[in-house]
């Protein structure tokens, strides 16, 4: 699966988002007919899938997970917090951070 950056088409959506939310950065990738809108918060990332020609299949939402589990370098996570929620057409997976200073204090 190849991700193409396309955040420059989609400025609107990323300002809504940056002005809306708690995220400090948004990013927005393609993967075929799959639009990825990638957001980093403090406390949490959140990744949408969005194809609105069919389902996102089990295997893309696995391989896009763990495309972007890698960019998360300024925090920690545990795999069984993530929760990813599956509509029609669209998946949100929702990861909660946990800062470094916080999880090595325990």
Do not use: W
Request: no cysteine.
């Amino acid at each position: 699966m190849k991700f193409v950056n396309v955040t420059n088409s989609h400025s609107r959506l990323v300002l809504n988002q940056l002005e809306n939310t708690d995220a400090h950065m948004v990013k927005v990738y393609t993967a075929g007919n799959t639009t990825i809108v990638y957001t980093e918060a403090p406390e949490h990332n959140e990744i949408l899938l969005i194809n609105e020609n069919r389902k996102v299949q089990p295997k893309e939402i696995e391989e896009v997970k763990k495309y972007f589990l890698k960019k998360i370098h300024d925090a920690v996570y545990h795999e069984e917090e993530i929760k990813v929620i599956e509509l029609a057409g669209l998946v949100e997976i929702s990861i909660p951070k946990h800062h470094l200073d916080t999880e090595f204090a325990m």
